[in-house]
């Protein structure tokens, strides 16, 4: 499977962006999709996850109350909508996917997911 993340950009602080997660080669239908972001120098960090079939979702502690997950099944996109951006949000945001059905603990793990998108910059002057 082929994952293409797009939507990134600069913006000013308090502005918004929406990413876009499309697959190629298998449809969102099982598993989870999830999103997350690096700096340079810095680990890799959880975002946000979306997991079927129950389309539930988790966020990290940096996206609570600003940043949104969702999908589009008929084309075959999950989508990162990002509101209220900080010159901290300023990173590479990457999308991840996995056929399994990861439990809760493990959404927020890189390993978790196998199939990894290019990356996306997210640029938010101050």
């Known amino acids: 499977v082929q994952l293409q993340a797009s939507g990134g950009g600069l913006v000013q602080a308090g502005g918004s962006l929406r990413l876009s997660c499309a697959a190629s080669?298998?449809?969102?239908?099982?598993?989870?999709v999830g999103w997350f972001r690096q700096v340079p120098g810095k680990e890799r960090e959880f975002v946000h996850a979306i997991r079927w079939p129950d389309h539930s979702t988790y966020s990290g502690d940096s996206a609570k109350g600003r940043f949104t997950i969702s999908r589009d099944n008929g084309k075959n996109t999950v989508y990162l909508q990002m509101n209220n951006l900080k010159p901290e949000d300023t990173a590479v945001y990457y999308c991840?996917?996995?056929?399994?059905?990861?439990?809760?603990?493990?959404?927020?793990?890189?390993?978790?997911?196998?199939?990894w998108g290019q990356g996306t910059q997210v640029t938010v002057s101050s």
């Open positions: 991840a996917a996995t056929t399994n059905r990861p439990i809760t603990s493990a959404l927020p793990s890189p390993r978790t997911y196998t199939s």
């Open positions: 080669g298998r449809t969102f239908n099982k598993g989870a």
